[in-house]
C-alpha cells in the first residue's frame, strides 16, 4: 500500500513537472500594456501555481485508483451495459427533441440552440459515415458544408432558386465534389489522407475568399431566401397566403424558428435513417469491412476504390444539406463561417461520441454544442474547462463514449462487441 | 494410385508460365512454370524465403509479375490473371487466405461471411436503391447468402459462434474461418498460405479432412468441388493431402510430381536439408 503511494506520489509529480514546463511559457508569461503605453512582461506565478496543483492530484487520483484505459469500457459485459444504456437513452433524447419547442419556458434562445446542436449533430452523422464506417479521416468535411451553402445561396442569388429546389441540388453538389475529391485523394492511406483533405478543405475557403466576382468574397452572400412552409412563406402581414393567415394563426417570428428547428431534425434523422439502413446492406458492410482490413478486402473481389468513393460521397451530401440549412437560416454567409476550426469540432465530435455509433455522435453533438454555451459564462477560461472535460472523457473512455460495434446483422440475439475488436481504420 | 491416374487426365485450372518476379535487383522468383488442375489439392513447398509467398501474390493480384503469365482456366473460359487487379482476380475466382491471418476482428463471423459475398449481393441492391428500401428482391439475395453462410459456419464447426466477433475467436477458429470466408466467394480456385501454421495436431487432422472435403466438393450443401493451391510447411499435411506437389528453392522450381515421387526426389532431400548438390 505504501510502495502504491510512493509510486502514485512519484507519478504525479514527474506529471507536474511536465504540466510546469508547458505552463510557464503558455501560462505564467502575459504581455501586457503599461500605462504609459509600453509592452511589458506580466508574471503569473500564483496561476501556474494553481494549474500545477491541480495536475498534481488529478494525477494522484488517477494513479491511485488506477484509472486506466486497458481497464475500462472494453469488456463484452461493459459493452452490452453501454448497449443497453443506449437503447433506453436514444428513444429519451428523440422525445425530448421532438418536444422541445412546445415545452413551456422554451424561448428563442433554446430554440436557436437546438437548432445549433442539431446541425452538429447531423454533420456529425455524415462525417461518422466517412471516419467512423468507412474509416477514412476527412480533416476537410467543412468544405462540404461550404459547398452546399455557397451552392444553395449562388443559386438562389443568380437563378432565383428556392430552398426546397436548391436543397437536393446543394447535397448533389456537395457529393460531385467528393467524388472529385475522393478520385486522386483515395489512394493515399492514413495521414497521409488526413493531410490531403485538410488542404482541400483550405483550398474551398480561400476559392470562396479570393473569387470575389462570384461569391462576393470575404463580404460573403446576403439576402438568402428563407425557407417557406410548402410554398407558405413565412411573414408578418397575416395574409391568407402566408403560413400564420393560412392556419389562422397570429403572426408570429417564433414560427419560422420553429420550423427550422423541426427542418433539421427532419434532415438529421433522415441523415440518421439513411444510415442505420445503410449499415445492414452490402455497401454497408463493406465499409466496415474496409475499416476493418482493405487487404482482406480486395482479396474478397471489393473494388476499394469505388467502395470508399461512395462513402465519401454520401458523407459530402448530408454535408451539402446541412450547408443549405445554414445558408437559409442565417440569411446570409461568409468564408468564415467554414474555417477549419468547424472541421476539427465536426471530427471532435465523432470521436467523442465514438466512432461509428449514431447515439454516441448525438450525445456528444448535445455535449460538445451545448456545452460551450453553458462555459459561455466563463469567459476566457471556457476553452480550458472544454479541454479539461475532454480530456477526462477521453482518459475514462478511450473509445468514445459507445465504443462498442452492434453487428449488423445475428443468427440469434444481437451481442455488442466489444471496443478491442473493433478497429479504427488507417485510411 | 487414383489421385496419380487424375493427373494425366484432369482438365487444367491454373496455367502458371514463366513467371519471373523481380524486386530491384532481386530476383525472388525466377521463371517458374506448373500447372494446377482441376479436383485436385496441389502443394506448393520449399524452404524458406523459396518465393512460395511471392508466387501466391503474384496469383492472387497482390503483385504484378515482372514477366510471365498466369491464365485461369474457368467454364466461361480463360482469364488472364497477370493483367488483371487484384480485385477482379478475386471476382475472376481466385480466392486466398493470408500467412497471418486477416480477418475483419471486429465483425462477427456471419458478417465476415457476408462481406464475402459482397460481389453478388450488390448486383442485387440495384444501385443500394432497393435494397434502402427492402424491396423483395434483395431480400430473397440476402436470405441466400446467410444461408451459404450458415453452411459454411456448419462445415467449419463455428455454427454456435456465428454471432461472436472474429477477433474473439481462438486461434485455429480463425483460421478456419478465412477459409469459409474464401470459400464463400464462391471460388474456382481456393489459394491457402500455411493453414496449417500454429495448429495443434487434432486441428491439423481436421484442416486435412475440411481440405479434401472442399476438392471433392463434399464440405458444404449446394457447392461444387474447388481446386485447392496450398502453401504448408507441415509435411504431414502436404504429404496426406496433395495430388500433386511443386517444389521452389532459391525462385526456381526444383521438383514436380505427386507427393510420394518428390519426397524422394534428390534436389528436394538437398535443399531441405542443406546438403551439398551434386546436379
Known sequence: MIARLVAAIRDAALATVVAFGLFVIMVGLRTEVSPSGALFLQQRWREIGLLCALVFVGRLIIALWEIRPHSLGQSPRRAAFTLKLAQIFAPALMAAALVLPFVPGVDRYWLDLGILVLTYVMLGWGLNIVVGLAGLLDLGYVAFYGIGAYSYALLAQYYGFSFWLGLPLAGILAAFWGVLLGFPVLRLRGDYLAIVTLAFGEIIRVVLLNWVSLTGGPNGIGGIPRPSFFGLPFNMSGEPDTFAGFFGLEPDPIHRVIFLYYLILALALLTNWVTIRIRRQPIGRAWEALREDEIACRALGINVTTTKLTAFALGAMFGGFAGAFFATRQGFISPESFTFIESAIILAIVVLGGMGSQIGVAVAAVVMIGGFELFRDLQEWRMLVFGAAMVVIMVLRPRGLVGSRTPSIALGERKAIGASHVSEGRG | ?279
Not at chain 2, 13 to 41: C, N, P
Not at chain 2, 80 to 109: S, Y
Not at chain 2, 196 to 224: K, M, V
Open chain 2, 1 to 279: 494410385m487414383s489421385a496419380a491416374l487424375q493427373t494425366a487426365e484432369a482438365p487444367k485450372i491454373l496455367e502458371v508460365d514463366g513467371l519471373t518476379m523481380r524486386f530491384g535487383g532481386l530476383t525472388a522468383v525466377d521463371g517458374v512454370s506448373f500447372t494446377a488442375r482441376q479436383g485436385e489439392i496441389t502443394a506448393l513447398i520449399g524452404p524458406n524465403g523459396a518465393g512460395k509467398t511471392t508466387v501466391f501474390n503474384c496469383i492472387t493480384g497482390f503483385y504484378r509479375p515482372s514477366a510471365g503469365s498466369l491464365r485461369l482456366h474457368r467454364s466461361g473460359g480463360v482469364a488472364e490473371l497477370h493483367r488483371l487487379k487484384d480485385h477482379r482476380i478475386a471476382r475472376a475466382g481466385v480466392a486466398r487466405t493470408f500467412q497471418n491471418i486477416r480477418l475483419f476482428p471486429g465483425m462477427t463471423a456471419l458478417e465476415n461471411l457476408l462481406v464475402a459475398q459482397h460481389v453478388p449481393l450488390m448486383a442485387s441492391t440495384g444501385f443500394g436503391i432497393a435494397a434502402l428500401l427492402g424491396l423483395g428482391a434483395y431480400r430473397k439475395a440476402e436470405k441466400a447468402a446467410v444461408e451459404r453462410a450458415i453452411a459454411w459456419l456448419r462445415a467449419t464447426g463455428l455454427l454456435e459462434r456465428a454471432d461472436d466477433p472474429a477477433g474473439a475467436l481462438p486461434y485455429g477458429a480463425q483460421r478456419r474461418l478465412e477459409i469459409a470466408r474464401a470459400m464463400c466467394t464462391g471460388p474456382t480456385l481456393l489459394c491457402l498460405d500455411e493453414p496449417a501454421a500454429g495448429l495443434n495436431p487434432r486441428e491439423s487432422e481436421e484442416l486435412s479432412r475440411l481440405l479434401r472435403d472442399i476438392r471433392d466438393g463434399t464440405a458444404a450443401e449446394r457447392e461444387a468441388p474447388t481446386s485447392v493451391l496450398l502453401i504448408e510447411h507441415d509435411m504431414g499435411i502436404v504429404m496426406g493431402i496433395s495430388d500433386h506437389v511443386v517444389v521452389l528453392d532459391h525462385g526456381r522450381k526444383i521438383a514436380e510430381g505427386p507427393p510420394a515421387l518428390v519426397r524422394n526426389d534428390r534436389h528436394v532431400i538437398a535443399a531441405y536439408l542443406g546438403e551439398e548438390d551434386a546436379a
